[in-house]
């Protein structure tokens, strides 16, 4: 769903994508995006307050998010839409389903799932300690294309969105000592399974099932796991854009405001070098001084005024 996202501290409204990870919001700037440019932890939540303005799409239904150092500004597609959504947020804040909102009892029944897995995600978090880093022990040969350094839940949000990308990807285990593959499959809704790959002492790594299977690289674990499957299973691969032009954020120092520029294209411009001479080094530099030093402020003046 697409949502606004505003910030005291940012001073400027943008409009992003956001999804709720645990008690987390993460904003991105499309839906094709793997990396987050915000989020925001829920645990300085304040209050949900229906907001009644209009938006230019007069369906849409807005919302302000009240937290202890701003204000977040959702707009949902709907009225229905926004009522979902503040059904989960207190469902994750609370970590019980609210019962004043108009809900269906479908949406209900799944608000209980949700406060049920948060629990579970807390619960899991206290107990265990985490490693210091996502993955403490050697990779054995090259890494797959597949490999992701991320968590469970950061797994079954990319091969949610992503499902043309492939639907299997290598992560570090949770205990930091393993690692693990995170796979997703459509049956009435999507299916997300979990398999631990341990490393063998003697080299090579193990794909922890039932009847275990051996694979002496990484590779040949994905490999397998697409052979049991008879290709059902394909690896996860995800070209990540770059940015095509350099941009900078300048700040208006009258009113705080900032603003988003476009660095100016071409090649740089070098102020001319003076030949060296011996015994003027000092005449060099004191000249070298009054002839560009003028100029060059002259040109910041000039940016400015353009920026302002």
Sequence with gaps: TKYRFCSLWMQVARRLWTCLCGNTLYFFNTTKDTSYVE??????FVSLIDDPSRDRNLEAARLNLRMKDGEIKLTAPNLEARELWKGFLYSVVDLAVPT???LLPGQLHMLKEVVEKEKM????RVSSRAPSSPLSLPLVGEIPACFRPVSRTEAEVLLERHPDCGNMLLRPGRDGSSLAVTTRQDLNGSVFRHYRVTQKQQGGYIIDVENPIPCPTL????NALMEKTAGTL????LEEPYEENITFVSSNDENGERTLHSALSGPLSRAPSLPPKQGTTHLMLHSFTQLHLLPFVHILRLLQRHMI
Excluded: E, N
């Excluded at 995600?121 to 899991?124: C, E, H, Q, V």
């Design 100 to 102: 004043s909102l108009t």
């Design 39 to 44: 989020k925001l932890d829920l645990s300085g």
């Design 234 to 237: 394909q690896p996860f691969i």
């Design 219 to 222: 590779h040949d674990v994905i």
């Design 121 to 124: 995600r807390r619960k899991a």
